[in-house]
């Protein structure tokens, strides 16, 4: 359901390059950059939904839980172009 596979990755990084989606990318990196998931990694890609960090869905604290979400690891300056990508927290 959260998968982001190699066809949205292209498509992402297509509209990155052309510079369209910017006003979603826009208005969805202002509550990623609030988020625990969110990592701005300057040695690979710069923002990322950090597939190393999970945290409790109700309490956005770290957590090992079963229930626990984690990042989907994407690289957020593209996916956030797409309007089919979903927060694997549901945050927007
Ligand atoms: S969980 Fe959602 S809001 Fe948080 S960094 Fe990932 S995509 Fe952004």
Redesign the pocket.
Known sequence: MFGYNVKQIAQGWAKKMLKQGEELYKS?IV??KQ????NNNPTLFKEV??ASRCVDPETLKPSNNDNA?C??G?E?SA??RLENKE???N??
Request: aromatic content about 10%; charged content about 15%.
């Open positions: 969805r509550i990623c988020c625990p998931l969110y939904c950090d979400v990042g989907c994407c957020l996916a956030l927060c694997v927290l945050k927007w």
